[in-house]
């Protein structure tokens, strides 16, 4: 039997990186996956491959700050699949990174829409079905940044969302555990994926934070990994290997955090 066997999840950003990762760990285990993104040609390409494999898995467009969107793709999720047990809100942009007075009002926006927002709405939206199963298991993506290093120059609205995130779950924690929703977040480290090229930097080199280990980086593999580490940090979250565990912040970074 596989740990996720007659379970349905709900997978933002899916469609590239960590989301996509988790939604194949998550398939490979059994569960049926919507896979909500705005990439659409990449969405369907992992669908196909999931499905290729063995697999289920749909693929919807979703704008993850669009309350209309997220709406939408959570019932059709329901509606393919017949009820929802486990939500990832990992869709997230790093956004621009830029000194605070060049930082603009509209770019801090956009971040926290996406990463802080999104998130919300994600589990808005997903936990009275959540609630009709009996129980179910959220998980966040958030980041080493703005939970426990500070060192990323720039980084202002992207910490405040990741910051905002590890609140939010924990008040989530709290307030679902009544109904059997266990509430987590990941929080990695520096993980290959995408989001880096896609992420715009201004001036950064303004504001002289810098962090150097002259010795090098004694963390587990230098504190570098791929998105399957991260998967499977998640399959352990979602899975009933997790049963117990709710309230936390689980760091996927060999412990390279714990340095800056």
């Known amino acids: 039997m ?4 007659g379970k349905v999840a709900f997978v933002t950003g899916a469609a590239s990186g960590i989301g996509e990762s988790t939604a194949r760990r998550f398939a490979e285990q059994g569960a049926a996956v919507m896979l909500a993104d705005v990439q659409t040609a990449e969405g369907t390409r992992v669908r196909d491959e999931i499905v290729a494999a063995g697999g289920q ?8 700050s669009s309350a209309e ?24 942009v790093n956004g621009v990174w830029a000194p605070v007075e060049e930082l603009q009002p509209d770019e801090w926006e956009r971040t926290l829409d996406i990463n802080l927002k999104g998130t919300y709405l994600a589990v808005h939206f997903a936990v009275p079905h959540l609630k009709r199963r009996g129980g179910g298991s ?19 609205a992207y910490s405040a969302s990741k910051a905002g995130q590890v609140a939010f779950m924990k008040m989530m924690a709290l307030e679902l555990g009544r ?31 810098e962090v150097e280990l002259p ?4 963390a587990l593999n230098h504190g570098k990994a791929g998105p399957a580490e991260v998967a499977d940090a998640c399959l352990f979250l979602a899975s009933d290997l997790g049963r117990h565990v709710s309230g936390v912040e689980l760091y996927v970074d ?5 340095l800056r």
């Open 69 to 92: 969107a997220v709406q939408a793709a959570i019932e059709e999720t329901v509606g393919r699949f017949g009820g929802l047990d486990i939500v990832f809100a990992n869709a997230g």
């Open 2 to 5: 596989k740990l996720l066997d």
């Open 138 to 156: 959220i998980i966040i993506t958030s980041s080493v940044n703005g939970t426990r290093t500070f060192s990323t120059p720039g980084a202002g």
């Open 57 to 64: 898995a749909v693929y919807t467009d979703c704008e993850v």
């Open 179 to 209: 109904h059997d929703i266990r509430c987590n977040a990941v929080c990695p480290g520096e993980i290959r994926t995408e989001i880096g090229t896609r992420t715009e930097q201004r001036h950064t080199e303004s504001l002289g934070i």
């Open 254 to 258: 060999g412990g390279s955090s714990l």
């Open 215 to 218: 010795q090098g980086n004694p």
